[in-house]
């Protein structure tokens, strides 16, 4: 239920519950003053046919009232008496009693000596008739005041949440394009004036984080770049030079170990280079985009993977024509990078299952390895850069950071599900070219 019918609905029970009272309140104080009416006459003919009583032992009829003079048992001495109606006082004399037997009446007993009683009853059924109405007019006022109470209320609670609805509108916006420039503006005073001083105060905030976090991960990924870019060469040289150096001197001497060790360190920097300038290649979105055979790239990423592991081929399951738009060099690294981690963290007799296909305009690719897993603990971080679990070995912890970064800057995602000691999967999903 929405808040406009919530608010409708309480508005709307609230008049009715207060009309209800008020109609109850009206009907049974018209009630009384009616009986207190009919019991005044009754009282006043009472004492009137009883003096005459006594002075001439005549027993007076008034017009519209029966009246009846009763013995201490309820005999009848005198007059008529309806056989509906009691003979003898319920409670005490004087008080106006209302029957219900046959037609309505009032009766009221008054004593008049000798044990003998004054019987009166006088119609009620005109009073009942008037009450009857008010009840139905109060019961078509309840009704009419209970409509218009809904409709007023409706018609208000709209015109009170308009502010509301269009913080709903602007965040909704803001949360499907990702436009946190957008503001509501002034919408009104009050609460909702100062709801939608605050949002845009908070929006402000947020928009201004983001552009500082923007702005720092650009710097970020160009000093990466710059700093990969000027220590490859000079890398490479160191490299070559100690590739000499080490076929030079004899071997088995420790000056050739020494060597040895040198160029295996400085392959393992040369490596953390080129990551480095992968991971900043692959956060920018890639200019001119082409059509990518994804099937193509996850054989060809597969087969070069399991040749550096020595390991047998991995399991393919890949559809025919998963054609994406973006760039193969980075798509290709991205692949390679996911399939290898699959072989290096299961043991030799498993098999890597590599599985592509379409959906919905997806291409779904998913990398799933029987190894040992990943703790629980370390899954929020596996996509942080250079954050490497126990077991990952001589990694760089840069691998799932930048496979992740080429799955955004292409529209996609990546996830990573695991099960200590029994598998972990990697899927990876981009939008398909159409």
């Given at each position: 239920?929405?808040?406009?019918?919530?608010?409708?609905?309480?508005?709307?029970?609230?008049?009715?519950?207060?009309?209800?009272?008020?109609?109850?309140?009206?009907?049974?104080?018209?009630?009384?003053?009616?009986?207190?009416?009919?019991?005044?006459?009754?009282?006043?003919?009472?004492?009137?046919?009883?003096?005459?009583?006594?002075?001439?032992?005549?027993?007076?009829?008034?017009?519209?009232?029966?009246?009846?003079?009763?013995?201490?048992?309820?005999?009848?001495?005198?007059?008529?008496?309806?056989?509906?109606?009691?003979?003898?006082?319920?409670?005490?004399?004087?008080?106006?009693?209302?029957?219900?037997?046959?037609?309505?009446?009032?009766?009221?007993?008054?004593?008049?000596?000798?044990?003998?009683?004054?019987?009166?009853?006088?119609?009620?059924?005109?009073?009942?008739?008037?009450?009857?109405?008010?009840?139905?007019?109060?019961?078509?006022?309840?009704?009419?005041?209970?409509?218009?109470?809904?409709?007023?209320?409706?018609?208000?609670?709209?015109?009170?949440?308009?502010?509301?609805?269009?913080?709903?509108?602007?965040?909704?916006?803001?949360?499907?394009?990702?436009?946190?420039?957008r503001r509501l503006g002034r919408i009104g005073s009050g609460e909702m004036g100062e709801?939608?001083?605050?949002?845009?105060?908070?929006?402000?905030?947020?928009?201004?984080?983001?552009r500082q976090q923007s702005q720092t991960a650009e710097r970020e990924r160009r000093f990466?770049?710059?700093?990969?870019?000027?220590?490859?060469?000079?890398?490479?040289?160191?490299?070559?030079?100690?590739?000499?150096?080490?076929?030079?001197?004899?071997?088995?001497?420790?000056?050739?170990?020494?060597?040895?060790?040198?160029?295996?360190?400085?392959?393992?920097?040369?490596?953390?280079?080129?990551?480095?300038?992968?991971?900043?290649?692959?956060?920018?979105?890639?200019?001119?985009?082409?059509?990518?055979?994804?099937?193509?790239?996850?054989?060809?990423?597969?087969?070069?993977?399991?040749?550096?592991?020595?390991?047998?081929?991995?399991?393919?399951?890949?559809?025919?024509?998963?054609?994406?738009?973006?760039?193969?060099?980075a798509l290709f690294g991205m692949v390679e990078s996911v399939i290898d981690n699959a072989?290096?963290?299961?043991?030799?007799?498993?098999?890597?299952?590599?599985?592509?296909?379409?959906?919905?305009?997806?291409?779904?690719?998913?990398?799933?390895?029987?190894?040992?897993?990943?703790?629980?603990?370390?899954?929020?971080?596996?996509?942080?850069?250079?954050?490497?679990?126990?077991?990952?070995?001589?990694?760089?912890?840069?691998?799932?950071?930048?496979?992740?970064?080429?799955?955004?800057?292409?529209?996609?995602?990546?996830?990573?599900?695991?099960?200590?000691?029994?598998?972990?999967?990697?899927?990876?999903?981009?939008?398909?070219?159409?």
């Open positions: 239920m929405t808040l406009r019918a919530k608010l409708t609905a309480t508005a709307t029970l609230t008049v009715a519950v207060a009309m209800l009272i008020v109609s109850l309140g009206l009907y049974f104080l018209v009630q009384r003053a009616y009986t207190r009416d009919l019991q005044a006459v009754l009282r006043s003919e009472s004492v009137r046919i009883a003096r005459t009583l006594r002075r001439t032992d005549r027993l007076l009829h008034p017009a519209g009232t029966t009246v009846a003079l009763l013995g201490a048992q309820g005999q009848l001495l005198r007059g008529k008496w309806p056989q509906s109606l009691p003979r003898l006082p319920k409670r005490h004399a004087g008080r106006l009693q209302i029957y219900r037997g046959g037609a309505q009446r009032g009766v009221l007993f008054r004593a008049t000596g000798g044990g003998r009683w004054l019987a009166l009853a006088r119609s009620a059924k005109g009073t009942a008739v008037v009450l009857q109405r008010i009840a139905h007019y109060l019961v078509l006022l309840g009704a009419v005041a209970v409509v218009l109470a809904a409709a007023i209320a409706y018609l208000i609670t709209a015109e009170v949440l308009s502010p509301l609805r269009r913080v709903v509108r602007t965040a909704s916006g803001i949360a499907r394009s990702g436009d946190v420039d709801l939608a001083r605050a949002f845009d105060a908070m929006l402000d905030r947020l928009s201004h984080a983001l990466a770049a710059e700093a990969a870019h000027v220590l490859r060469n000079p890398l490479s040289t160191v490299l070559l030079n100690l590739e000499y150096l080490r076929r030079s001197l004899p071997e088995g001497t420790e000056q050739a170990r020494a060597a040895a060790d040198a160029h295996s360190e400085g392959q393992r920097l040369l490596h953390l280079t080129e990551s480095l300038l992968r991971l900043a290649r692959g956060e920018s979105v890639p200019e001119n985009a082409q059509p990518v055979d994804l099937g193509a790239v996850v054989r060809e990423a597969s087969h070069i993977a399991a040749q550096g592991r020595g390991r047998p081929p991995a399991q393919l399951d890949v559809a025919e024509g998963a054609t994406v738009l973006g760039d193969r060099a072989f290096k963290y299961s043991p030799a007799e498993s098999t890597v299952q590599v599985r592509l296909v379409a959906d919905r305009g997806l291409l779904r690719l998913t990398v799933e390895d029987r190894g040992e897993g990943i703790a629980e603990e370390h899954l929020p971080h596996v996509f942080d850069r250079f954050y490497r679990a126990a077991a990952a070995g001589d990694g760089s912890g840069l691998g799932l950071a930048i496979a992740r970064a080429v799955a955004l800057a292409h529209g996609g995602e990546i996830h990573v599900e695991s099960e200590r000691g029994r598998f972990t999967r990697v899927t990876i999903e981009l939008p398909q070219a159409r």
